[in-house]
Structures are given as C-alpha cells and as structure tokens.
C-alpha cells in the first residue's frame, strides 16, 4: 500500500461516504501523535506541532496552507506564539474522509523535512 504521505486527495462532495471504523483503524496508525476529536459534532483529526518562536510557527503554518491548496482539501490552522493546531475533516460530509488521513500525513511530512 501507498503512504498516505504519497497519496493525493481525491474530489468529496456531500454524497461521499465517510471514513468506516475499520478504515480508521488501519490508517491511524500511519499518523502518529494525531488525536481523532469530536467538535460541535464533527470527528476531526488534530494535532499540535511545537516551535522555538513565533516566525516559525507562521512559517510552518504557510507551508501547510501551500500543499491544502496543491490539493485542494484546507484544515484549520490556529497559530500561535511556539505552536500550531492543526485540524483536518472534511467539511462536505462533516466528518473524516481518507483524505484527512492523507493531508494528516503530508503535514507531518512538512514539519520533519522542513522543521526538524
């Protein structure tokens, strides 16, 4: 099987089915530290990336806002003085799609080539 990292998103709209249990269980193992949390009703993926200041931190938020849009699919960013909190579903279907697992990965994948 493919990485997710490698992985590209494909098109959801509001017909598209959600991620299954089993799925979700496969696949989170993939994404390590990553915490499936629900928020005004919706399962979502987050986690929180730590940085030695500020100009980091927003420097990491930009490089993520570049690869949701190659891929069309834009989490929530909250960015903050050391940290960013990163939450990714999909908002057509107000849940989590494949695609969260994957964009989950390829945020990892920018902090550890561009921030470790």
């Known amino acids: ?6 992985q590209k998103c494909e098109a959801c709209s509001s ?3 959600p991620i ?3 799925e979700i269980e496969q696949l989170k ?7 499936i949390l ?3 009703g919706v399962l979502r993926l987050e986690k929180v990336y730590k940085f030695p200041n500020f100009k980091s931190a927003i420097a990491f938020t930009n490089a993520v806002g570049e690869e949701a849009e190659k891929e069309g699919h834009h989490p929530a960013l909250l960015t903050e003085w050391g940290k960013v909190t ?7 279907i107000s849940g989590l799609h494949k695609n969260d697992f994957v ?5 990892d994948a920018i902090m ?5």
Not at 29 to 35: L, N, S, T, V
Not at 112 to 116: A, L, R, V
């Open 1 to 6: 099987m493919t990485e997710l990292k490698q």
């Open 15 to 17: 017909k598209s089915q």
């Open 20 to 22: 299954t249990q089993a």
């Open 29 to 35: 193992p993939q994404i390590p530290g990553w915490e």
């Open 38 to 40: 629900e928020r005004e």
């Open 86 to 92: 990163v939450s990714w579903w999909t908002h057509a």
């Open 103 to 107: 964009m989950a990965a390829k945020t």
């Open 112 to 116: 550890n080539s561009q921030f470790s």
